[in-house]
Structure formats: C-alpha cells, structure tokens
C-alpha cells in the first residue's frame, strides 16, 4: 500500500510565504514525476507544478516566479514553496505522483494525496 501524505497548508496574509510537504510511504521501489496539483470552489483541478526524478520542472504560468517545486528522491517526498501568495491561490492542494509498488514492480500507478487547504486572507 502506498501513500501520499501531505502537510503545511494553512492560512497566510497576501504576500506571505508556505511551504507544503509531500512524502510518499509504504512499500515503494521507484517513484518517476511528482507533482502538485490545485483546486479553488467551483473550478477545476490545475497542475501547478511538477518535477521529474532528474529535477526537471514545470509551472503553470500563473505561478512562475513565486512558487519552487523540488524533491527529494532518498525520502520520497516533493516540496513546494509558495512566496508572495495571491487571494487567487486559495485552493486544496493535492500532491501527485507515478510510483511502482514493491507488490507489481513492473507497474506504475498514478496516486494521489488527501490534500491540503491554502488559504490567503487578510
């Protein structure tokens, strides 16, 4: 069984500053892109970010410049940091990732986190 658990959500004043964590557990042989994902009240999920194993990244453009997503491979966990936080980025944030389990090595699954809620308020 693999997981996703996520944490450092929270409430923050515009133009402040989080920092959301993302480790995957359980029995888990390689883990390829990661990434993470968002979702305001009445709009669809969006990809914010997302990196490769090799470091390789991606942004939407509505966060290039403030938000810096890396990882790190020898514990399975993919960071996002969030500077200079918008009303607009209020959101669940859901972390993502395509893993391989140690039951079906030669498989790759698609998992999700439970989320986590950002909210930029004054």
């Known amino acids: 069984q693999v997981e996703l658990v996520e944490s450092g959500g929270g409430l923050v004043q515009p133009g402040g500053s989080l920092r959301l964590s993302c480790a995957a557990s359980?029995?888990?042989?390689?883990?390829?892109?990661m990434g993470w994902y968002r979702q305001a009240p009445g709009k669809q999920r969006e990809l914010v970010a997302a990196?490769?194993?090799?470091?390789?990244?991606n942004y939407v453009d509505s966060v290039k410049g403030r938000f810096t997503i890396s990882r790190d491979n020898a514990k399975n966990t993919v960071y996002l940091q969030m500077n200079s936080l918008k009303p607009e980025d209020t959101a669940v944030y859901y972390c993502?990732?395509?893993?391989?389990?140690?039951?079906?090595?030669?498989?790759?699954?698609?998992?999700w986190g439970q989320g986590t809620q950002v909210t930029v308020s004054s």
């Open positions: 990196i490769t194993s090799g470091g390789i990244t």
């Open positions: 359980g029995s888990i042989v390689a883990i390829n892109a």
């Open positions: 993502n990732a395509d893993g391989a389990p140690a039951a079906e090595p030669w498989k790759w699954y698609n998992y």
